[in-house]
C-alpha cells in the first residue's frame, strides 16, 4: 500500500534538469577547460647561475683609465684597474699622469686624501696584495716623517705659521741659532729637498740658479721670498715630498746608489732620504715646540736607521774636523782597510743599538781589540746632539777610556748639525 512519501533528507537535491548531480561522474575531455578542475603547476626548474663575466683584457683596463682618474667609473670598473695597477708598471705609470693632470684641474685642499695615485692604489691595493712598485725602505722613513709634520700643520690657523721658530745647530766650537717662522721653516725643508729633486732629474724649486748647497739655498730663499711667507707654501713641499716618492718607487733597484750633491759632501740617495727624514723630524720638534704641541720621535726601527747613518758619518766627520784642526791629530797611519783605534758607541732606548767608529781614519776598519773608549747614550739625547740642539759639554754620556778620543767623537756628532 503506498502512503504519502517522507521527506527528502536534509541536504538532498532531487536530480532535475539542470540540477547538480548527487555523485559527481567521471571527468570528460570538457572539464580540462574548467579552472575549478586545473591540475596545479609545477614549479619552475630553479634559473642556471650566470656565468662570470670574462675578465677584462689590458687594452679595456687601459681605456679605463681616465674615467678612473675623473672617478666617473663603476665599483666594478674601479676595483678592476686598480687591481690591474698593483701589476702592470705601465698603466700604473699613466694612471699617476692622469691623477697628476686631474689633480691640477681640481686642487684638493688637502695633498692626502683619496684622489692620490700613492694613497689610492699602493696604499689600498697594499691591503689586498703586496705591491709590485712599493716604496723602497730606505725613503719610508722620509714618508713617514713628512707625512707625521704635515699632520701637525693641516690644523694650524693663519697666525700660528707666523710663530717665531728659533733654528738651533752647531759650527765649529759655538752653537748658532737662527730666528724664522714656521712657514719659513718649511721653506728651508723645501729648498733642501731641491737638492735630492735636482739629483733625480726633476725640475729644482729654485730655478737652475740656485744655490748648490743647503744653507747657502736657505739664505737664497729666505732672501728672495716673498714676505712673509704664509701658509701657501706647505702645498708645494708637500708636493713635492710626494713627486720624490713617485719618483724613487718607479725607479727601480739601484736608484739608492745615486749621488746627491749637498755642496761640501755627498751622500748616496738612500743617505740622502734618510737625511732628509732626520732634519724633517727635528724641525717637526722645532715647530712643536714654538707652538707648545707635543710631538713623538720616531718609530723605533726609523729611528734607528737615522742613528745608523749618523753613526756611519762620525770617522768622515772626525777627519775633516782634524784637518781644519780642530780634533786631535791621528795617533798614527792607518791604510785603507787595516784596523786601527776604535771608539764603541751605545745607544740605548728605541732605535738603539751598537756602532764601533774608526777614530785615525774613515777608511780604516774598526777593531774590537783596539777599543780605546766607549760612550753610551740615549737614542733621542744622540739625535739631538746631531742636530745640535745640545752641545757636547751637555750631553749626558756614560763614557769610559781615552777622554780625548771621546771628546772628539762627541764634538764630531755635533758638527753634523748645519742650517
Known amino acids: ?23 559527481p561522474g567521471p571527468r570528460g575531455a570538457a572539464d580540462d577547460l574548467d579552472p575549478r578542475h586545473a591540475p596545479e603547476p609545477l614549479p619552475e626548474p630553479p634559473a642556471a647561475p650566470e656565468p662570470p663575466p670574462p675578465p677584462r683584457t689590458h687594452a679595456v683596463l687601459k681605456s679605463l683609465l681616465g674615467a678612473w682618474a675623473l672617478a666617473a667609473c663603476s665599483a666594478e670598473e674601479t676595483q678592476a684597474v686598480e687591481d690591474h695597477l698593483t701589476e702592470c ?12 693632470a686631474v689633480g691640477l684641474l681640481h686642487p684638493e685642499d688637502s695633498l692626502d686624501l683619496k684622489p ?3 694613497s689610492r692604489v699602493l696604499e689600498d691595493c697594499l691591503g689586498k696584495r703586496p705591491a709590485r712598485i712599493p716604496v723602497p725602505a730606505w725613503a719610508n722613513p722620509y714618508d713617514t716623517e713628512t ?15 707666523q710663530t717665531p721658530v728659533r733654528l738651533k745647530w752647531f759650527e765649529e766650537e759655538r752653537r748658532q741659532t737662527r730666528r724664522t717662522t714656521v712657514a719659513g721653516v718649511i721653506g728651508h725643508l723645501l729648498t733642501v729637498d731641491g737638492l735630492v729633486a735636482t739629483a733625480l732629474g726633476l ?51 739601484g736608484v739608492g746608489e745615486l749621488s746627491v750633491d749637498y755642496g761640501p759632501f755627498a751622500l748616496p ?36 736607521r737615522m742613528i745608523d747613518l749618523a753613526a756611519r758619518l762620525l770617522p768622515s766627520a772626525l777627519a775633516h774636523r782634524r784637518r781644519a784642526g780642530l780634533a786631535a791629530p791621528a795617533r798614527g797611519l792607518v791604510a785603507a782597510g787595516a784596523p786601527g783605534r776604535t771608539l764603541h758607541l751605545e745607544i740605548e732606548g728605541a732605535g738603539g ?12 776598519k774598526p777593531s774590537a781589540e783596539l777599543t780605546v773608549a766607549q760612550i753610551a747614550l740615549d737614542g733621542a739625547e744622540f739625535c739631538q746632539l746631531a742636530a745640535g740642539h745640545i752641545s ?4 749626558a754620556v756614560g763614557q769610559h777610556g781615552d777622554r780625548e778620543a771621546i771628546r772628539d767623537v762627541l764634538f764630531a756628532a755635533a758638527s753634523l748639525s748645519r742650517l
Do not use: K
Not at 517522507?6 to 538532498?12: C, K, Q, V, W
Not at 708598471?89 to 697628476?100: F, K, S, V
Not at 737664497?220 to 714676505?227: G, L
Open 147 to 161: 707625512a707625521r709634520l704635515d699632520a701637525l700643520l693641516r690644523d694650524f690657523g693663519d697666525s700660528e705659521w
Open 353 to 364: 743599538g751598537s756602532w764601533d767608529i774608526a777614530l785615525d781614519s774613515p777608511a780604516a
Open 1 to 23: 500500500m503506498n502512503g504519502p512519501a517522507d521527506p527528502p533528507p536534509e541536504g538532498y537535491e532531487e536530480l532535475r534538469p539542470g540540477g547538480p548531480a548527487r555523485i
Open 203 to 253: 725640475d729644482d724649486p729654485l730655478g737652475p740658479e740656485a744655490p748648490s748647497d743647503a744653507t747657502g739655498r736657505t739664505e737664497h730663499y729666505w732672501s728672495s721670498a716673498e714676505q712673509p711667507i704664509t701658509r701657501q707654501i706647505r702645498e708645494p713641499w708637500r708636493e713635492q715630498g710626494h713627486t720624490l716618492l713617485r719618483t724613487v718607487s718607479f725607479a727601480g733597484r
Open 89 to 100: 708598471a705601465q698603466c700604473a705609470e699613466e694612471a699617476l699622469r692622469l691623477r697628476d
Open 392 to 395: 757636547p759639554e751637555d750631553a
Open 116 to 118: 692620490l695615485l700613492r
Open 269 to 304: 740617495l738612500g743617505d740622502a732620504f734618510l737625511e732628509r727624514a732626520f732634519e724633517c723630524w727635528v724641525h717637526a720638534w722645532d715647530i712643536a715646540e714654538a707652538v707648545d704641541y707635543p710631538y713623538d720621535p720616531p718609530s723605533g726601527p726609523h729611528l734607528h
